[in-house]
């Protein structure tokens, strides 16, 4: 007799939502340390080409080139603004960085770009509250600066305020609708809350803008997943894991949506490659449980089960659920043990289930 009377499956967000679009990359107020090189208004392919060495001929400068330039002008702020801006990015030293910031502030109290860079670098040291300050100076000298709306977006997510989340991500919208991040990162919060009909026109602005986001694409696939969109969902995933073959996540997001088109053995698949990949919690090896017990691969579901009881042992449903792949390769012992420690810690076991066991085991207990 076997029996197969599964707990839902019930996804945790925090495993496969990507954070929203932030920390350091490239200064987005400017201060790089090195010019970009503009892009090419006209001409045929091979002029482009011939200025493409040219562009990369151009020299780098360096923390020891502007240090060269404040020995001779002491009281630069835009010195001081690109070697701190050199500290962050080519040494990562935030200490560095930091001071020379703070010297270009003290000569220039108004120097937008400084106090921008600066709070990406507390950003980046986690220190919220400092980062909080330097972006709203920012809004002080220039309220129009749609990337420190967005930073202080990502401030207040980090700060549990999600009312001011959105707020500072809709400015942002406003003041650069053709930025990508600023669209995600409030899909994302949307998605963060359920609220995924909201976040989907977000996803949906973003890909117009940048239709090889991987993480937009990945998150609308788990948008369309819940919204029961099935078949945009698995698209959506298949483009994501074709731009990269190594995104864990994508692949359980995939498995998610397998499972629910009743796809299990390629769910199966799926979730292994995801562990393979190096996911490995446990909401993971729950699902993988599952997905193993429905297609009656008993052993190793009970593998999996023991696996996320390894990672939460407070896990009721995966001792239940295990107890009745134990149950199904007749090991009544370990079935009885798993049943008994669910209901001791308050575990509802199934009746049916329990009248099977008792049954079959020849034990009341």
């Not at 503009?38 to 200025?51: F, I, L, R």
């Not at 400084?114 to 920012?138: C, I, M, P, Q, T």
């Not at 788990?222 to 692949?251: C, E, G, N, P, T």
Request: hydrophobic share 35%; net charge positive.
């Amino acid at each position: 007799m076997k029996y197969t009377h599964l707990l839902p499956l019930v996804i945790t967000l925090g495993l496969f939502a990507c954070t929203s679009a932030k920390g350091p990359s490239t200064p987005p107020s400017g201060g790089t340390a090195q010019e970009s090189p503009a892009k090419d208004q006209g001409g045929d392919k091979s002029e482009k080409a011939a200025k493409k060495p040219q562009a990369a001929e151009k020299k780098k400068m360096t923390v020891a080139d502007m240090t060269a330039i404040l020995a001779k002008d002491a009281k630069n702020a835009n010195a001081y603004f690109s070697r701190g801006t050199m500290w962050f990015y080519q040494e990562k030293n935030t200490t560095r960085a930091i001071e020379d910031f703070n010297k270009a502030i003290e000569l220039d109290p108004t120097h937008e770009k400084a106090y921008f860079n600066r709070g990406f670098v507390h950003v980046s040291l986690k220190d919220w509250n400092s980062a909080e300050r330097d972006f709203k100076k920012v809004l002080e000298l220039n309220p129009r600066n749609g990337q420190a709306h967005n930073q202080l977006g990502l401030i207040m997510e980090e700060k549990k305020n999600v009312k001011k989340a959105v707020e500072y991500y809709t400015k942002a919208i406003a003041l650069m609708p053709g930025s990508a991040k600023a669209k995600y990162n409030r899909g994302l919060l949307y998605m963060m809350q359920k609220k995924y009909r909201m976040a989907l026109p977000d996803f949906n602005e973003a890909l117009k803008l940048k239709p090889d986001y991987t993480k937009a694409l990945k998150n609308r696939a788990f948008v369309r997943y819940h919204l029961k969109q099935l078949d945009d969902a698995l698209s959506d995933i298949d483009k994501a894991i074709a731009k990269d073959s190594a995104y864990a996540s994508a692949y359980f997001v995939r498995a998610m949506i397998r499972y629910r088109k009743k796809d299990l053995e390629k769910a199966r698949e799926d979730l292994n490659k995801t562990v393979e990949l190096g996911r490995r919690e446990v909401t993971v090896y729950y699902m993988l449980g599952v997905v193993n017990a429905t297609l009656k691969r008993y052993k190793d579901a009970i593998e999996a089960y023991s696996k996320a009881l390894e990672k939460n042992p407070k896990l009721l449903k995966a001792y239940y659920n295990r107890a009745l792949a134990y149950f199904n390769t007749a090991d009544y012992t370990h079935a009885w043990a798993d049943v008994r420690h669910a209901q001791k810690h308050g575990f509802k076991v199934n009746r049916k289930f329990l009248k099977a066991l008792q049954k079959s085991s020849g034990r009341r207990r």
